[in-house]
């Protein structure tokens, strides 16, 4: 008889391994299973998110803010260098030691909490049996319930071959071994932008290729106006409307390997030479091995685990959560997925709110959001006031020398609730939160406006973009 748990995790991610802990914690047998193979060829949990996603992103992202300020900005304090330099090799070993630092966390969270852990290929095959296979050797284990939780690989796109050396995706531009001199990058999509941030940052020219004619499109126009204008001034140069067609490998005449690109703008084709390409044109579901014939669990035409508001899947005590299911591909929405599913088998209630899922866009000045755009609320009918403010207007902003961006609130016209709220600014990832708490309490432009806001602070741009909601904001003309 082939080993029993409450709960089978399959997927090792932050939707996966949340979900194991949780259901853990709530008393259930559980095993976790995950494929994933570290930079150091062993299997390492975390999913996308630790080893080749948020966690090394934002490690590089802060490596390289750090050296673009000691080059153009602390001259501004009196504070001097001579010859800023970066070894690019200690950059990428900093970001390596904290994804195995939290890669091991989690082998430790799961000790602590019980969580059974295996390193295979999950297969579900129905009455809840999943087929463990790890080489040549296959397992059986049978779970009460399932949880798939297999996460998200990248789009790829036609004559384009990804060899993450010279043509690479979200990994390889995460392990680049010197700054490229011309960087190209195919997507200005989020991980286009925070990518083009560290490495134009540490010296690559940026070239952009982008499809769509206009720039964040998800993002509320204002946001997306201050932040085309600041990339331009850090001379990343996207090009809207342009259709990559081709990019193959040449040498050029010293002999050094390059990626010459082949495009389409307005019509007309050319060709273009880089040092290095970045593919970063969006991501798929993953469920290659994941389900046997018969298993019933069925996909989307999109290739994503079909699900219903519960995240059930078509097959009894089959849960499906994160990236491969509908909705943002966001570390923490597959997060709260886990914890709302576990709680659901256990029998307590599980709580979503997909209205108030936060977005944040780590490139300078941050962006981030919650709720709907101005664009939404036009197109869908809704009455609605706006107030916004200047980050330029800030002490705590001036102070910082980051005077870039604004806060815009926007509430129901006439019941004043927070609709949306949008940043664009230094440390606007931390600023969203109380936003967040706001419209998760279903609360009014005016509470945020009557919450005392300590001074100085960059709060206070949120606190004054709530008072402009009604034309009261102090520190600028309504
Ligand atoms: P994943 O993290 O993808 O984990 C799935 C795991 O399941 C993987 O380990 C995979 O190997 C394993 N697996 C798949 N199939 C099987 C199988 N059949 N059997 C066993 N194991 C299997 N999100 C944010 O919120 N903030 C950010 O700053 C952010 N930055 C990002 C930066 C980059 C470069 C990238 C690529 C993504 C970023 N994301 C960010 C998105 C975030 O990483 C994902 O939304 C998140 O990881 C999804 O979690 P998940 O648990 O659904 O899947
Ligand atoms: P994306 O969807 O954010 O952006 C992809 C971009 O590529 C889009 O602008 C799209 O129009 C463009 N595009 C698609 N096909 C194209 C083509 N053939 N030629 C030119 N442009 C093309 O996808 P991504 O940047 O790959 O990121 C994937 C997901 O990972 C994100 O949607 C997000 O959910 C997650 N992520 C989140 C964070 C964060 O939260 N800070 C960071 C990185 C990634």
Redesign the pocket.
């Given at each position: 008889m082939s080993e029993q748990y409450d709960v089978i995790v399959?997927?090792?991610?932050?939707?996966?391994y949340v979900a194991a802990i949780r259901a853990a914690q709530l008393g259930l047998s559980t095993l976790c299973?995950?494929?994933?193979i570290g930079k150091d060829g062993k299997p390492a949990l975390g999913?996308?998110?630790l080893n080749?996603?948020?966690i090394p992103?934002?490690a590089l992202l802060d490596s390289s803010k750090n050296f673009a300020h000691m080059q153009h900005d602390y001259k501004n304090h009196g504070i001097s260098f001579d010859n800023a330099k970066i070894d690019v090799g200690t950059m990428i070993g900093r970001k390596d030691k904290i994804v195995k630092q939290f890669t091991g966390g989690i082998a430790g969270l799961f000790k602590a909490n019980k969580v059974k852990a295996a390193h295979?290929?999950?297969?579900v095959m129905g009455n809840g049996d999943v087929k463990l296979t790890q080489g040549e050797k296959t397992t059986t284990v049978n779970g009460k319930n399932i949880i798939i939780?297999?996460?998200?690989v990248p789009f790829s796109i036609p004559n384009v071959d990804i060899d993450n050396k010279m043509i690479v995706d979200?990994e390889g531009a995460l392990n680049i071994k010197e700054t490229p001199k011309k960087l190209g990058i195919i997507g200005a999509g989020v991980?286009g932008l925070e990518m083009a941030s560290v490495w134009g940052r540490l010296g690559s020219e940026i070239v952009i290729f982008e499809a769509m004619d206009s720039l964040l499109a998800a993002v509320d126009k204002d946001i997306a106006k201050v932040a085309g204008r600041e990339f331009k001034k850090q001379k990343m140069d996207i090009r809207l409307k342009t259709f990559v067609k081709a990019a193959k490998i040449i040498s050029n005449s010293k002999g050094d390997d390059q990626v010459e690109v082949t495009y389409e703008k307005n019509g007309e084709q050319a060709t273009e030479t880089f040092d290095k390409l970045l593919v970063a044109v969006g991501r798929k579901a993953?469920s290659d091995?994941?389900l046997a014939d018969g298993c019933g669990v069925e996909l989307t035409d999109r290739g994503q685990i079909q699900v219903n508001d519960m995240c059930q899947t078509t097959a009894q005590n089959v849960w499906a959560?994160?990236?491969?299911v509908r909705g943002p591909?966001?570390?923490?929405k597959?997060s709260e997925e886990g914890i709302a599913v576990v709680e659901r088998i256990a029998g307590n209630h599980g709580h979503i709110d997909f209205n108030t899922v936060p977005w944040?866009i780590?490139t300078e000045p941050e962006m981030a959001w919650v709720g709907k755009t101005e664009q939404q609320l036009k197109d869908e009918g809704v009455d609605y006031k706006v107030g916004s403010f200047p980050f330029a207007a800030i002490g705590r902003a001036v102070a910082m020398n980051q005077p870039e961006g604004m806060v815009k609130l926007i509430a129901d016209k006439e019941t004043d609730t927070l609709l949306g709220a949008h940043i664009i600014g230094a440390n606007a990832s931390e600023l969203i939160a109380e936003c967040v708490v706001t419209m998760e309490f279903q609360g009014c432009a005016e509470d945020l406006a009557m919450i005392i806001h300590a001074h100085p602070t960059l709060s206070e741009a949120v606190h004054e973009a709530a008072l402009n909601v009604d034309k009261k904001a102090i520190h600028k003309v309504n």
């Open positions: 399959i997927g090792g991610g932050p939707g996966g299973v995950d494929n994933f999913g996308t998110c080749v996603g948020c992103s934002k295979a290929l999950g297969t939780a297999t996460g998200s979200n991980i993953q091995g994941l959560i994160g990236d491969c591909m966001l570390a923490h597959a944040v780590y």
